[in-house]
């Protein structure tokens, strides 16, 4: 790793053409052409959206930079200055330009009576609705340190009044992680101030990131951009914002639940109307229907662009179908009584015939999406060709902006279609057992002739501007010979091209990201854990055996074997453990006659070495672990763990453990 990160601008000249340098190129002429052409494809006199996007603007934060205690900077409203310019560079997909010009608009916003938003300080939104004597406040951002920020800027310009109840929309983190930056654990705890979610948001807020987390934190990385510097020819944008802040992700959790499919609640003097949709956007979702205000709280169901069927960051596969079906409800339910929709991403749709339509179009788009995908599947194609045969949504829903591929894609959503029915593999047997991707591309890279001819037609190729192509044969270079500076640059300046091109914002952010490891190596960032004490603090039990499962390795463990007995005092729960066969499974309410050793101790000191306030050595020699039994037992387990690299490779091979 030490050779890759200390690459230099010498080790990578000579790739092609331009590439010669460590830093970002510019446009090829290629690249130029395909952005012109995008202004003859999409509305771009239709500026509906930038007037939405700054109706009710009252204020902006009176600084643009928000701070954590320790002084990093958690939000910069200043980095996307430079998209202040009417027209994109030649480094930016035009249509991408104007998503990330509309997210943009940042401060605090009134939607209608008594609803106010704050927007563009994170990646989400937080809705704020005024009560009779209290704030009800919905999905409280990402960190902390923006939630209260975005808080304060409301109570500069609206009464100083208590919050009463938090709202989680959903189980995904940007909506509830800086819910300690506007209400104390102690106040939810006494009741005092309601916390409210759908039905399961706790196992699903903390368990969709755990047992994959490491290699999806990584993914993430590269998903969101959050390694590249902020400028034309880096990030530019998210698609659903600008990016993700950098603060510390908290979590409370919920002590009410709406379980219904429907319910309806007076809070404060506001009633609201919670519509489960479970098993979209994400597994435990929820909208709010204010009838008294009109207003609609799409949570994220409908946002401006077409979102993930399957996140790149890398998650379950979602149902398009059921994801059509809630929405399909909703516009039944809701559309006919609201005069305006607001979702915990974007900006709001005013008038009802305009809210109609959006529910009715993103409706159509994901069920287009699910049975165009499975049409194609039941003729034999295979995912790629469905990806190229889904290129783009019929008209007049392709032109609609909301419908755009600027988070979610055509592309990766048809596959994940294909993926979520019948799964990785294509039937074709000679894909059953092909060989790794290091063998494959040194054998690959051999039958063409070596090195030298590859890339000499590699280089004809990007000239030509087969970026695509070049990608991918390039790729074989680089994988069978990580060292290969040539190829390294060539395949740098090749993902670089194909990300300025591209509309997605995830896509973009991808192809930079591997350019920029390509030329500098994995940044030091990139080691940084990414798991907050509040969110191993809420895994359950179960979870935690089930995350030392997935760390055991077996080549460690081959030949041994021993039972455990686990005993937490605080909960009144017992845990049987086995290991045998290089796999480590549990018995809930179960304990071993004659176990291996026994282990007593409290969740809270389980939560303080998963935190890593402390030592398993040191738990148990300050009396805070009990130990019955072979007292080597349970050491010698966790000796046999892998600790996971949030560092490892992606656009060059991984290294060998």
């Not at 409203?77 to 480094?91: K, L, V």
């Not at 995912?383 to 290129?391: F, G, S």
């Not at 040194?442 to 000499?456: F, H, N, Q």
């Amino acid at each position: 790793m030490k050779g890759i990160a200390a690459l230099g601008l010498a080790m990578l000249a000579g790739a092609c053409g331009l590439a010669g340098a460590a830093g970002p190129q510019p446009a090829q002429p290629a690249t130029v052409q395909s952005n012109k052409a995008w202004l003859e494809r999409l509305p771009f006199g239709d500026r509906q959206d930038f007037e939405d996007a700054q109706r009710g603007f009252i204020a902006k934060l009176d600084s643009p930079t928000i701070n954590a205690a320790d002084g990093h900077v958690v939000w910069d409203g200043n980095a996307y200055a430079f998209e202040s310019a009417a027209a994109a560079p030649p480094t930016v997909n035009p249509s991408l330009w104007r998503q990330a010009q509309l997210n943009n608009a940042a401060g605090l916003f009134q939607v209608t009576q008594r609803l106010y938003q704050i927007r563009g300080i994170d990646l989400a939104n937080m809705t704020i609705v005024e009560g009779d004597t209290g704030l009800i406040l919905i999905d409280p951002l990402l960190s902390m340190e923006t939630a209260h920020a975005g808080l304060e800027l409301y109570f500069k310009h609206r009464p100083r009044r208590p919050v009463v109840a938090v709202v989680y929309t959903h189980s995904h983190v940007d909506h509830f992680g800086g819910v300690k930056g506007v209400i104390n654990e102690a106040d939810a705890a006494s009741g005092k101030v309601k916390v409210i979610a759908p039905a399961g948001f706790m196992e699903e807020a903390v368990s969709e990131n755990v047992l994959a987390g490491n290699a999806m934190s990584r993914r993430a990385q590269y998903m969101y951009g959050a390694l590249l510097p902020k400028s034309p020819t880096g990030q530019v944008d998210a698609g659903l914002g600008k990016g993700l802040s950098r603060g510390t992700v908290t979590l409370i959790a919920p002590n009410e639940s709406i379980a219904k499919a429907v319910e309806t609640r007076r809070i404060d003097g506001i009633d609201i109307e919670f519509q489960l949709t479970p098993g979209t956007e994400a597994p435990a979702e929820m909208n709010l229907y204010f009838p008294q205000l009109r207003a609609l709280c799409i949570a994220e169901n409908a946002v401006h662009t077409q979102h993930n069927l399957l996140t790149l960051r890398g998650a379950k596969v979602r149902d398009a179908k059921v994801w059509s079906y809630y929405l399909g409800e909703t516009l039944r339910r809701y559309g006919g009584k609201s005069d305006v929709m607001l979702g915990q991403h974007h900006w709001p749709t005013w008038g009802g015939e305009r809210v109609s339509r959006l529910l009715a179009d993103q409706r159509d788009m994901y069920a287009y999406l699910n049975d165009q995908a499975l049409r194609l599947v039941n003729q034999g194609f295979t995912p790629m060709e469905i990806a190229e045969r889904l290129q783009r949504l019929p008209e007049p829903l392709a032109s609609r902006w909301y419908a755009r591929d600027y988070y979610g894609s055509i592309s990766h959503n048809g596959r994940a279609v294909y993926q979520r029915y019948l799964g990785y593999y294509d039937a074709n047997p000679a894909n059953l057992n092909p060989l790794p991707p290091v063998e494959t591309a040194r054998k690959t890279i051999a039958w063409m002739g070596g090195p030298d001819a590859v890339l000499e037609k590699a280089k004809a190729a990007f000239a030509q501007g087969d970026y695509r192509w070049v990608a991918q044969i390039v790729n074989q270079l680089v994988f069978a010979d990580p060292q290969n500076q040539a190829a390294r640059a060539l395949q740098a300046d090749t993902l670089e091209q194909l990300g300025y091109q591209s509309e997605n914002s995830t896509w973009r952010n991808a192809y930079l990201t591997g350019a920029q490891e390509l030329r500098q190596g994995v940044s030091p960032l990139a080691r940084k854990g990414t798991a907050s004490a509040d969110l191993v603090q809420a895994l359950t039990v179960p979870m935690f055996m089930d995350y030392l499962a997935v760390r055991l390795n077996a080549d460690k463990a081959a030949g041994k074997a021993m039972t455990l007995n686990w005993t937490f005092t605080d909960l009144g729960e017992k845990y049987g453990m086995n290991l045998g066969n290089g796999a480590l499974t549990y018995l809930a309410d179960f304990a071993y006659d004659k176990p291996t050793a026994g282990v007593t101790l409290t969740k809270a000191v389980l939560d303080q070495i998963g935190t890593g306030r402390i030592t398993l050595k040191d738990a148990i020699q300050q009396g805070q672990i009990r130990i019955s039994g072979d007292p080597g037992a349970v050491a010698s387990l966790f000796g046999m763990l892998d600790s996971f690299t949030p560092s490892f490779n992606i656009v060059t091979p991984v290294a060998a453990q």
